[in-house]
């Protein structure tokens, strides 16, 4: 599963990028993500690591995922990209988010997030949720990046 979403800010570039490029702020964007803390470091690590955990329901049904994420490219104000990078001797479907940040005329910035999913666990209906979800939490970072009081909680 590959989806991209992006977002328009009145945003200068340096401010929305402070908001992704730390996975621990997400939760407060991103209704997907109910927590991220920082994970213990590993050697092998080439940048800093997160326990993330993701929740989602769907009617009645709830399903919820902790992935061990590892910010593997940082490029200050511009991109950032995160893999998972589990420690277990288990074989993992891999997760990549990759996002951009470019300024625009007038001073604001644009966000390009891509999330990639190389699992089968999820099919056409939880990729709906996604999008969806995705459609909800532009007003909230885009308000946040911004300093603007948010249209809505992250739980709303």
């Known amino acids: 599963m590959d989806l991209t979403a992006e977002v328009d800010t009145s945003a ?7 908001w992704i490029d730390d996975l621990g702020r997400y939760p407060d964007w991103l209704t997907l993500v109910a927590r991220a803390q920082p994970a213990e470091a590993h050697r092998d690590d080439i940048g800093p690591a997160w326990s993330v955990d993701l929740r989602a329901r769907l009617g009645p049904l709830a399903r919820a995922k902790r992935l061990r994420m590892v910010r593997t490219t940082h490029d200050p104000s511009r991109l950032v990209v995160f893999e998972r990078r589990e420690r277990d001797a288990r074989n993992h479907s891999p997760w990549v988010l990759r996002a951009e940040v470019a300024e625009t005329t007038g001073g604001g910035s644009r966000l390009v997030m891509r999330l990639h999913y190389g699992g089968g666990l999820f099919g056409p209906v939880v990729e709906r949720l996604l999008r969806d979800e995705i459609d909800r939490s532009r007003p909230r970072l885009a308000a946040l990046s911004a300093g603007d009081p948010m249209p809505d909680g992250p739980t709303g």
């Open 12 to 18: 200068p570039a340096p401010q929305l990028f402070g």
